[in-house]
């Protein structure tokens, strides 16, 4: 893996700005392409991307001086901060800190860039651009509700209704579809959950943090990842025990967020039970009722709490192969028959994935660095 320094970077803004304002190819950006491309594993070739350099100077005057009162959200390794820029446009300027290596700030800072440089589709979080000066930073669009996270499990606010609930669920699933496979490349996230899933003023889920996200070239099946990286309660066993990483990945993260939009419960509960673990003998046995968050009080739609608890339960599978795709989650999702038999495993199946709901209990017996991810970096929350 390639590390660009400082410099490098500055260099490579530099000649990103000059190239906004004439519209000319420098001489010398052909060798930092190619070292970008390297550091992003990108085996396509690099297409100019559409956000913009920022000045230090329009950041920190969007956000008052990155003061307390603007910072809305801070993880392990970014705090951030609301801003206005003077067009009256909302943003949020993520700033990586300095609780992490330079070599680690450049590689996420780089990562984050080449992942979501390009993305756009109306359920991902649009980059806006970056800023170098002063330091390393990323600009979003701002998310005025902040995240589905922050919203579920706050007890001081009103439980969501179901309508919403369904409307999270499918704009989620649209996105994650679109990183699958509707991108110029293939994303592997990584980091599907409620924190990372934002929400606009009228309730459009946003998917965010890209901090993990990973290329796959159209040739790879998948990645081999080490150490490994994620959240607790969202580990697809076949990444937790082999290291192991594609877009199936994403679907048993993608599983566990439909468990919790269902129950309102948190993916990893105060006995440390995961709720993937909880939900799984209630789906087996046919008792979604059970699954429904009784403070919605009945009130929701029952033809849709069953597409979406299949679709779950088929998302949850131990095993990637009887996983289905994205595309497949969203036909259940959003069709009104749902083809059981199409996706009966044999019996013999059904006793080997009986084997593997106990791997999650083995996290908690292991260092926590070995598995743990930083916590809304990028999720915000309304002022």
């Given at each position: ?212 996200a990973k290329w796959l070239p159209s040739q790879w099946t998948h990645h081999s990842i080490a150490p490994i990286e994620g959240t607790f309660g969202h580990l697809a066993p076949e990444y937790y025990m082999h290291g192991i990483v594609d877009e199936k990945t994403d679907v048993f993260a993608f599983g566990v967020f439909l468990l919790e939009i269902i129950s309102g419960r948190k993916p990893v509960d105060a006995s440390h039970q995961s709720l993937h673990s909880w939900a799984k003998p209630i789906l ?100």
């Open positions: 893996m390639k590390y660009i320094r400082t410099n490098s970077l500055k260099r490579l803004f530099s000649l990103k700005r000059r190239s906004l304002e004439d519209q000319e190819q420098p001489k010398d950006d052909n060798n930092i392409i190619e070292t970008l491309e390297n550091h992003m594993e990108i085996s396509e070739p690099f297409q100019k991307p559409i956000w913009k350099c920022f000045s230090f100077k329009e950041i920190s005057l969007a956000t008052n001086g990155f003061t307390p009162e603007n910072l809305v959200g801070k993880g392990g390794y970014a705090e951030v901060y609301r801003g206005v820029l003077s067009s009256g446009e909302e943003i949020a300027v993520k700033r990586l800190t300095k609780t992490s290596s330079d070599e680690r700030k450049e590689k996420d800072f780089l990562t984050e860039i080449g992942t979501v440089g390009h993305v756009r589709h109306r359920n991902v979080l649009s980059l806006l651009g970056c800023c170098i000066d002063n330091g390393l930073y990323l600009v979003f669009q701002f998310s005025s509700r902040g995240s589905v996270a922050s919203l579920f499990h706050d007890e001081n606010l009103r439980p969501m209704e179901w309508k919403m609930r369904y409307k999270i669920a499918v704009g989620t699933a649209r996105g994650l579809n679109y990183l699958h496979k509707g991108c110029q490349r293939r994303i592997i996230h990584r980091d599907i959950k409620s924190s990372n899933i934002l929400l606009t003023a009228d309730f459009e889920p946003l998917i965010s943090d890209f901090g993990l087996k046995q046919g008792e979604i009722e059970k699954l429904i968050d009784p403070k919605l009080g009945g009130a929701y739609d029952a033809s849709q709490l069953k597409r979406l608890a299949f679709a779950a339960s088929l998302c949850i599978r131990a095993a990637p192969k009887w996983r289905p795709t994205i595309t497949k989650v969203l036909e259940v999702m959003e069709e009104g028959e749902i083809e059981e038999e199409k996706w009966k495993m044999p019996e013999e199946e059904e006793e080997d994935q009986d084997e593997f709901w106990g791997f999650e209990d083995l996290e908690y017996e292991c260092d926590s660095s070995f598995s743990i991810s930083p916590q809304d970096s990028i999720s915000t929350r309304s002022s």
